[in-house]
């Protein structure tokens, strides 16, 4: 092999070659993708290997076996200089708008699988490189794939979307599946065709040949920063030379994900291990397997899993699949998790399953040559020298297996009757990995059956507990001790448990410590817990395990034809765009020439004076130009960070920073890396003398009369005479308390601006906003200048959930400012930690109550006190009240009387998310439904329907938004629901599963959501140019929702009532729905609420209606003049002849009787939660959801789904965290989760019903937006009733002493598998056995 002095690789087929000297090694792939190639598809989410929407296929060519090794790898964590000779596949190449879209692209359009899109190319490579390595050996039988369905579910199991809700991704890959019928999939625009996108497996070459020749070792390694040995020796040699420099060895680099702060450190040298055959090798003999250190995970697991006979292998595989996601997997080393874990104390699973295998490790010392000790030493030594390498990693081997035991993965018999066991534990948020364990075990033990001592005794058994807090993996060692030569019996496992619980003890500052010791002896009794009958050997004491149920699920749909393409479920606008990647977001507009980059810097305290602000002494890192604050806004301009509905809010903190997260300053730099990284050198020095201590709680808040005004008209209003309804009550409960926490949006793309300076002191500003003519008068005020020298642009934003209200001004006016002092173009794409920790999100709030009610279960008053954390600054706070309490309406509770105080607290302010309050709102409902049913031990179910509105106390409650009575479809939405899920029918079922099972409890729920929207003043232009295309100009913004696809559909509908001969389709076509210009269409207010799509198309509408009374005169007099049918082309081409204006604007206007309505919808989730781990499976969620006559079912149905799971995420999962200071610590993708494909219901069944004519409403249609979210409290219902019955079990075990069981408790929210586990009982399994031994003592 010749050598070389360049990086040469290919991305899409192209070549590219970097001299290697010019490049600073710590670069990782995606900053070069997406600033020195147009490949944008590559999108950045976190940057920490968390999310997925950055991952692309790379291959490696071996000239020896000849062949191409293809995987995916995320681009945010592999290093540049590591893919030498390899060839890159983003989406894109895939296939593209211009040679013609993939398959993959197609099916996700056609299966309604993308929203905002952001995800969506990393959704594509995922699927691909799915499909690519199934196909590869055996090719498919044509047109169909190798992929499994089951495959094709985990095909996407580690990316992340938060809108669609996973379901519409997972059947569009299954449907290249040969073992998939298209029936069986979800809504999708194929079925009517009758055929699916040509798939051909060998479409897409991924490694060109031109690349093959050129696959040549680099030039002597000493020259360059990157050096790759291919030898021990070359390792040796560079690593001892020049003896003071900084090295660092690399193989994955994935560990940069989770120690961030390493991408920011500078060597002198990287080494890349990976080309080092001793590191590289797989060895297996009779003494075990050998594994180098520079294997990948996934390659270990394909190893281990070819090792079949050896069960305890293949256990090992099966863990490892749980680490991380596959994308991570397949560059990440079994050597680099175990130094991250030796070094660093990384909560590794690795370290604990190979400890329990007795693994041993082979060091390569500086000094002391190279040594073999067992992993368990290797993690006890002081921490590995940076220049000392891992080798390899034996595991050694425990002999074949002759017998396989029932519960236990190997079973060995050196005698008859002896048996060895083993096994591996984990509990984390997500069952498929990319989620940390909570806790990890693993076990061995050899035991035998003694017929003498009547039992199983154990010989000798290794238990290493790990990820629980500590330093390293443990071994609870005396518990081993003592279990030596124990006939396992309940006895035995009680002082064994009350062992491992002084062992395993997590280190102080660990959260949810006492969950974590409860885990550690759920799995201790999992493991021994079926030995205490010697009847174990039958599997006779197994309680059945859950099925991994695949995924699957039934939508019914109507598509209206009246008005059509309105009411079709066609495609979404711009999918394929999406898919493929080259749909242009925010940070995907090329920067202009001598663009700077801007990161915020801001406040970590509560309330402190800012003394100053800077660099330690006064070192100004290379690159920065500067820090603005306050102080640099110009003359006349304000120091102004958001202009929305109520007061307006700072930019930058001033003298005094108010709350942590609080923007202080905007630091400029030549690149979004260097701002980053320079903005986390910055030195703020505080002082808090003389300062009041900072408000940080309600209570606090209320006690200072820290409030903040409600307009009157906004604040709740009472309903009926609450002392009257309280008199009427037969039962009352007094004073109960619910609260809740926060919610990040976890919007795929970060907030993000591009400013950039204009003439005359104008500005053009690029934002990722829900509210450009909010966005445009903040900067106008900010900078000083009259609005009509800002022009705000915004094209498509990658998911807003709310959080790109309000929460995108201050961005975009820090680029405006910086900009404006710069007079240069500047633009941010704020990291995931600082747009975490500034961004606020959802109000948490803290609820008192009392509520009276009769014998039968029918509420006669309620009176509630919410006091609500709106955090610093008013934002849309004052809204919340009137949110709550709409959705709390949805039952009738005789009489209501209801205060909210707005907290004003030294905390982040919080800000409008998806269903503002109304989520909130609706739960209390529910949780006081629940209280009620429990003090009167009636079932909930019949709570809920006696309290459900008729007519009449629905219009008592929200007045005209109740409409007519017709529109008041909830009764029947709730009789439908039960029909088409067999709602009763499964309720019993339920009582039986539990009646049988132990370990794991079902609950069904119910649920009914009521959801009031508003429609707001809305201006539209619609204009045909000369060649009959059409533009469209609304305020709303493409978000995800399908606002433009709705828009088209109405232009369409409306224009074609001109009937030209031009069929909608072919109208659709010519329909370009264009970029929010404020400068070009004013007055656009905000998107959201629900209400904007149809108020846009309305708005179109009324403009075509203007063009076609223009257009109906020129067809006439063309009729007259040719004698035949006149086209749409022929048409416009006359009128613009006559000059006819072919541009209307307009403007919606809502009335009283338009301006306000009410959704309904209802939701059955049935789910198992495993009472030993807090875990909780949903296995089935039914929605019937009333969308009027829906503008497009297909959309909406991706809205009631997408919706109902991120309800799912904050009902289950979501976990948004301050510190004592109130600043967020749930600041990324470890430690903050979203659902993932693993969490969602495993059926999932949608019914839109196509309720009738709404004469008030647009076409008919009804919003779908944001109201199913407060479906999702179905599932946490469930999960109560799941709770209630393993406590209704503990209660039987309790040896008649019942105290401290409490039937009528409340679960909190989220419910998270730590609080499941919790209510459940962290001593359940101690309960347990404590009630058996007393059992058998009765007998
Ligand atoms: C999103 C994500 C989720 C994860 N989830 C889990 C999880 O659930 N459970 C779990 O156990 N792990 C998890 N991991 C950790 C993952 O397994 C490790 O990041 C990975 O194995 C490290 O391997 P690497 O090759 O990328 O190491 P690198 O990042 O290249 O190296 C890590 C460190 O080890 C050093 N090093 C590497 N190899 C050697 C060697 N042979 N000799 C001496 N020093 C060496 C490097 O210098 C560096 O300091 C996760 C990682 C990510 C990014
Ligand atoms: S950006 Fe790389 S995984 Fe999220
Ligand atoms: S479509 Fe997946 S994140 Fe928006």
Redo the contacts with the bound molecule.
Sequence with gaps: MKSKTSLVFAVNGERFELDLSSIDPSTTLIDFLRSKTPFKSVKLGCGEGGCGACIVLLSKYDPILKNVDDFTVSSCLTLLCSIDGCSITTSEGLGNSRVGFHAIHERIAGFHA???????PGMSVSMFSALLNADKTHPPRSGVSNLTAAEAEKAVSGNL????GYRPLVDACKSFSADVDIEDLGFNSFCSKGELPCYDHSQVCTFPEFLKNEVKSLDDSRKYKWSSPVSISELQSLLGFESGMSVKLVAGNTSTGYYKEEKEKKYDRFVDIRHIPELTLVRRDEKGVELGAAITISKAIETLREEESVLMLAKIASHMEKIASRFVRNTATIGGNIIMAQRKHFPSDLTTILIASKATVKIMSTGSGQEQLTLEEFLQHPPLEAKSVLLSLTIPSQGRSSRAGPEHSEMKHSSMDTHLLFETYRAAPRPLGNALAFLNAAFSAEVSLNETRDGVVVNDCLLVFGAYGTRHAHRARKVEDFLAGKVISDEVLMEAISLLKDEIVPDKGTSNPGYRSSLAVTFLFEFFGSLTTKNWLKGGCKESLKPEAMLSSAQQIVENQEYSPVGKGIVKTGAKLQASGEAVYVDDIPSPENCLYGAFIYSTMSLARIKSIGFKENRVPEGVLGIITYKDIPKGGQNVGTKGFFASDLLFAEEVTHCSGQLIAFLVADSQNLADIAAKLVVIDYDTEGLEDPILSVEEAVKKSSLFEIPPFLRGKPVGDITKGMSEAEHKILGSKISFGSQYFFY?ETQTALAVPDEDNCMLVYSSTQAPEYVHRTIAGCLGVPEHNVRVITRRV??GFGGKVMKSMPVAAACALAASIMQRPVRTYVNRKTDMITSGGRHPMKITYSVGFKSNGKITGLDLEILLDAGLSEDVSPLMPSGIQGAMMKYDWGALSFDVKVCKTNTVSRTSVRAPGDVQGSYIAEAIIEKVASYLSIGVDEIRKVNLHTYESLRLFHNNKAGEPTEYTLPLLWDKLAEFSGFHQRVKLVEEFNASNRWRKRGISRVPAVYAVSMRLTPGRVSVLSDGSIVVEVPGIEI?QGLWTKVKQMVAFSLGLVQCGTTSDELLDKIRVIQADTLSLVQGSVTGGSTTSEASSEAARICCDGLVERLLPVKTGLMEKTGGPVTWDSLISQAYQQSINMSVSNVYTPDISTGYYLNYGVAASEVEVNILTGETTILRTDIIYDCGKSLNPAVDLGQIEGAFVQGLGFFMLEEYLMNSDGLIVTDSTWTYKIPTVDTIPRQFNVEILNSGHHKNRVLSSKASGEPPLLLAASVHCAVRAAVKEAKKQIQTWSNNNQQGIDLTFDLPVPATMPVVKEFCGLDVVEKYLEWNIHQKKNI
């Excluded at 979307?161 to 669609?164: D, K, L, M, V």
Aim: proline fraction near 0%.
């Design positions: 993308t929203q905002c899109g952001f995800c969506t979307c938060r809108c669609t795929m990658g998911g995800g």
